[in-house]
């Protein structure tokens, strides 16, 4: 056929004309991130497509959201991220009391971050499946409004009641797993290429930051009130705060919006879990990401304590409060620094290097892992060079918290994100710091039997939890090794689903519901960059 007149896909019969192929070599700019009207017209569409019954997606959008709406969106969401990982770590900053108070050992507290990290990852594919067809804000409204019911209602249970404590520690995981599998897709449809990255930067600066102001909020707090239980009093108050300006405030985009999406449908949770096993760079980049979940959970939790018996160790007399506030600090700025040093190299390095985040993830992992384990020997000897390795593991372990987001959005379709945010936290929590901080104490306390000193004496609880987090620099090294395997798919995967969300392959699903790709553009050559725009590269 004349090429003037269009170009036959001899396998699918259907024709690409010449405007079509224009359209394709001039995308809207990266610089233009913001949600913006982009009807379809239904010419356009494949008319042999076969969809699937499920229910199309209901969002009760807009497509117009100006740039100031969109930035007030991101801080909203940036203050509800904040609170959430405050209330995580809260507990971390009065473990002690809490411990002396319930009578707990070692393996129980670790059991008490296990529970909430269990339920957090039991119910993500839940929301995972709502935020993929349902309007998102309201979802979020009422995850946010139970997480702060139950974190409130923590605060009064009594000595004779210790279970029903780790009940509603394990029941804040419902309201958080609400929002943490819906908000970052938010982000996605408001903004795209670099913008996209420097405003996940800015999310995912909530990781750091609200942890480490967990750690001194919760133990200042405590301090000036008397009683831990105050410390569990503070977030679910901003928490309603949160609540409100989600339902009266937030404007949802439509999904895709920011990518010039089209056609994009609804299949069935087993096509969009097929799709993503089969996404080599997801699962890859989640195993990677799994290893710093295991990481960071078992630090999280057990960094503070092990830090004060680090100083009774070597006679000093720590304070809980200000071990807290000196590792919260540490944790807020070597979060700041990381993740910023992450977003800023990735957005810099995917100009000459399509595999830039892989390789920076990989790079930040495996350079944690030495100053892990020198924090661990010299923990017994100086309290100082012990705070400066930490702050530097830190930041080489914050390189990813953004990248890793970023790496999902783009390599997901739009329609499947929550599912992938889901399955991403199921798996990374379920292998990662829901077992992590229990297996710890588990470890600690097994080996304290083998003492001759009793297993409550400082250095036999020093010197057989330095043996347990030994750990962690392993499991680094494990994650730099996935990451260096993402490395090797994420160009082609990538460029698959934007050619999915664009229109340029479309959703096949079979009589038996499994979903495959019909390229409708095979003449595109898969290594030309040209023809399908890539946001910041």
């Known amino acids: ?135 998102r804000k309201y979802i979020m409204a009422g995850g946010i409004f139970f997480w702060s019911c139950v974190t409130l209602a923590g605060s009064f249970v009594d000595q004779e009641h210790k279970l029903w404590f780790f009940v509603l520690r394990a029941a804040v995981g419902v309201g958080e797993a609400s929002y943490s599998t819906i908000a970052p897709t938010l982000i996605a449809d408001l903004f795209v290429g670099e913008l996209r990255t420097r405003m996940l930067m800015i999310f995912y600066f909530a990781i750091p930051v609200g942890s480490g102001m967990g750690y001194i909020v919760g ?53 969009d879990l097929m799709y993503l096993f089969k996404n080599k760079s997801f699962m890859l ?72 985040d892989p390789l920076i993830c990989a790079f930040g992992l495996l350079t944690c892992t030495p100053f892990l384990f020198f924090a661990l020997v010299v923990s017994k000897y100086n309290t100082t060079a012990t705070w400066i390795l930490i702050f530097l593991g830190e930041v080489c372990l914050c390189l990813n918290w953004s990248i890793v987001a970023d790496m999902l959005l783009y390599c997901v379709i739009p329609t499947r994100r929550s599912a992938a945010e889901a399955v991403q936290i199921l798996m990374s929590h379920a292998l990662g710091d829901a ?18 000193d009793p297993p409550k004496t400082p250095s036999v609880q020093f010197a057989t939890l330095q043996s347990a987090l030994y750990m962690t620099p392993f499991v680094c090294v494990v994650g730099g090794g996935f990451f260096l395997a993402t490395a090797l798919f994420i160009v082609k995967d990538r460029k698959e689903a934007e050619k999915i969300t664009k229109g340029y392959s479309e959703i096949l699903v079979d009589s038996e519901g499994d979903a495959d790709f019909d390229d409708v553009n095979q003449l595109l050559d898969d290594d030309d960059d040209g023809l399908l725009p890539h946001g910041g590269n």
Not at 100 to 121: E, K, P, R
Request: aromatic share 10%.
């Open 285 to 356: 980049s989640t195993f990677g990401f799994t290893c710093v979940a295991f990481v960071t959970g078992a630090l999280a939790l057990w960094a503070p304590l092990y830090m004060q018996r680090s100083i009774s160790v070597q006679g000093g007399n720590p304070k809980e409060s200000v071990v807290s506030l000196t590792f919260g600090g540490i944790t807020i700025a070597a979060g700041f620094i990381g993740v910023f040093l992450g977003a800023e190299s990735s957005r810099r390095y995917k100009r000459v290097n399509p595999r830039a």
């Open 219 to 271: 133990s200042n707090i405590a301090e000036a009130f008397g009683h831990w239980q105050w410390a569990l009093r503070f977030t679910p108050t901003l928490g309603m705060v949160c609540v409100i300006l989600i339902v009266f405030v937030l404007k949802e985009p439509q999904r895709g919006h920011s990518e010039g999406g089209r056609n994009l449908h609804n299949t069935t949770f087993c096509s």
């Open 435 to 452: 077992g992590s901080p229990y297996l710890i104490g588990l470890i600690s306390d097994a080996l304290a039997k083998k003492y001759r």
């Open 1 to 135: 056929m004349d090429n003037k007149n269009g170009i036959t896909n001899g396998l699918k019969g259907k024709t690409i004309s010449t405007v079509e192929l224009l359209a394709m070599t001039n995308g809207k700019s990266n610089t233009e991130p913001i949600v913006q009207n982009n009807p379809i017209n239904e010419d356009d569409r494949t008319s042999n497509v076969t969809t699937t019954p499920e229910p199309i997606i209901q969002s009760g959008t807009t497509s117009d959201i100006s740039k100031g709406r969109a930035y007030v969106t991101v801080a909203i969401l940036l203050t509800i991220n904040l609170l959430n990982y405050m209330d995580r770590y809260t507990v971390a900053g009065v473990l002690n009391q809490i411990q002396t108070y319930y009578n707990l050992g070692n393996a129980s507290d670790g059991l008490l971050q296990t529970v909430f990290i269990g339920t957090y990852m039991i119910f993500s594919p839940i929301f995972g499946y709502l935020g993929d067809r349902y309007t």
